[in-house]
Every structure is written in C-alpha cells, then in structure tokens.
C-alpha cells in the first residue's frame, strides 16, 4: 500500500492510476480499471508515486 511519509515523498506505488500531462501543462490522474479522469494537480507538478502515460506496464484492472 502506498503512503505518504510526510517528508515529501511516498513509500510504495500508486496502483491502478496512471498520470498524464495535459495541453495546459498540469497532471491529471486517470483511473486504469474504468478510464474516468481522476484529480488534477494545480501546481504543474507531477503525483507522487503513480505511474506516467504510458507506464509500460500492463496490468489488467478491468
């Protein structure tokens, strides 16, 4: 499980979710099971600990 340590970084990944950078440059997360767009990020910095588009992995959460 993933968690956040306070000290600005996680321990472990995020799974199921990827992230992308959209046209205006901020992150958003997408959820890998369904498809539906997830959170935005407003600093135009990438989540921590979730993969980036595309992630190379294939994992099946369907």
């Known amino acids: 499980m993933a968690k956040n340590t306070g000290e600005g970084f996680r321990r472990g990944a995020v799974k199921g979710r990827t992230q992308f950078q959209r046209e205006d440059g901020l992150w958003q997360k997408r959820n890998e099971g369904d498809g539906k767009f997830m959170a ?16 190379g992995r294939d994992t099946n959460n369907s």
Do not use: R
């Open 40 to 55: 935005v990020k407003d600093d135009g910095k990438p989540f921590k600990g979730v993969a980036k588009e595309p992630d």
